[in-house]
């Protein structure tokens, strides 16, 4: 009984000591501030491993962070430089077209008033030419006034219609000077219909332009208005003297 009994404790002894007994492993005691710092240290290493890496890859690739600032700022000044000259080309430019609009607003004042020159000068020329050919004796001797060189234009700035004409007032002892007034009856056209207007209108307070004085020669002339859209068909001129027609005259356009 003996026997099985130290052979049992045999077994439990190797498998405790002998090669299928569990690995015993055997360590350092290091106090905790040691492991700290230790891993301070390696992480310390690695960030200024990777920052040694990526400013390394930088200058490979050729982005020096010098380099890429002096650009910039060489970039920046430039880009000022150009700015500055944009603002003076711009300037130049306004003052430019400021003076072409001015020479253009002169040029068209200055071709008005050479058409109204020219018209001015046009009917200093046929009256002058009536004057040269108006002969005593030869119808212009009679007594009286008469009208001359009656005509009518359609007037581009207002719309409505210009009249001129040459009153010629042949004095004698007893009346010097001839005061009248003018009177016209305008025959329109508008909306198919015929209708007659009458300048001026009774009372109204434009008529002291229609009066006259006349000694020898006097050139009339004004505007007609006319009704917007209405066509103008004739044109009759009276010329009264204290309510009496003393002249008249018709152009039919």
């Given amino acids: 009984m003996a026997a099985p009994g130290a052979a049992l404790r045999l077994r439990r002894l190797r498998q405790r000591f002998g090669i299928s007994a569990p690995k015993v492993a055997v360590r350092t005691q290091v106090a905790w501030h040691w492991r700290a710092l230790a891993a301070v240290v390696v992480l310390s290493i690695s960030l200024a491993s990777a920052a040694w890496i990526y400013d390394a890859g930088r200058r490979i690739a050729g ?4 380099s890429s600032a002096q650009a910039l700022a060489e970039l920046q000044a430039r880009v000022a430089e150009l700015e500055a000259e944009l603002l003076a080309v711009r300037g130049v430019a306004s003052t430019a077209d400021s003076n072409l609009k001015i020479e253009r607003v002169a040029q068209q004042q200055l071709a008005q008033q050479v058409k109204v020159l ?3 000068n046009a009917a200093m020329k046929q009256d002058l030419a009536f004057f040269e050919g ?10 009286g006034l008469r009208i001359n060189r009656f005509r009518i234009e359609p007037d581009v700035q207002t719309g409505a219609y210009r009249y001129r004409m040459l009153l010629v007032h042949n004095a ?3 009346q010097k000077e001839f005061r009248g007034e003018l009177r016209f009856f305008v025959t329109v056209r508008q909306g198919g219909k015929d209708a ?4 001026p209108p009774e009372g109204d307070a434009s008529a002291r332009r229609y009066q006259l004085e006349v000694r020898n020669f006097h050139r009339a002339e004004g505007i007609l208005p006319v009704p917007p859209g209405a066509v103008l068909k004739s ?3 009276h010329v009264l003297q204290e309510g009496v027609v003393r002249t008249r005259q018709t152009i039919n356009l």
């Fill in 63 to 66: 982005f020096d962070s010098q």
């Fill in 196 to 199: 007659m207007i009458s300048l």
């Fill in 235 to 237: 044109v009759e001129v």
């Fill in 172 to 174: 004698t002892r007893q």
């Fill in 134 to 143: 108006l002969v005593p004796g030869a119808g212009g001797s009679e007594p």
């Fill in 118 to 120: 020219e018209a001015e």
